[in-house]
């Protein structure tokens, strides 16, 4: 199976940036689709991006589309999630999954076979 780890959350203004990384480790990490989704306080977890093995496609939820990039580095079995122009909704435990059947529902939190243990976003206004 494999194990997610996240990293590169903090603290930051409004309007700054982080960038946040995944890295894999296990048995594979080929074919898998890579997710990143969020959970504020009192929140449901909401999907934010996703991206296929190849990085040929990605997928952005409307609230962060134009602000958020995400990338993946598959000889470095990490994915990346650049947050730029953050403001306090971002506020968020960030967590990494991947699916290894590379669903087509890509947004669906049940698709997801591995998560990570999460990463702490927090801006300040």
């Known amino acids: 199976q494999v194990q997610l780890l996240e990293s590169g959350g903090g603290l930051v203004q409004a309007g700054g940036s982080l960038r946040l990384s995944c890295a894999a480790s296990?048995?594979?990490?080929?074919?898998?689709?890579m997710g990143w989704f969020r959970q504020a306080p009192g929140k449901e977890r909401e999907f934010v991006s996703a991206i296929t093995w190849s990085g040929g496609s990605t997928y952005y939820a409307d609230s962060v589309k134009g602000r958020f990039t995400i990338s993946r580095d598959n000889a470095k079995n990490t994915v990346y999630l650049q947050m730029n122009s953050l403001n306090p909704e971002d506020t968020a435990v960030y967590y990494c999954?991947?699916?290894?059947?590379?669903?087509?529902?890509?947004?669906?939190?049940?698709?997801?076979?591995?998560w990570g243990q999460g990463t702490q976003v927090t801006v300040s206004s």
């Open positions: 999954a991947a699916d290894p059947a590379g669903s087509y529902y890509y947004t669906r939190l049940e698709e997801y076979r591995y």
């Open positions: 296990g048995r594979t990490f080929s074919g898998y689709t």
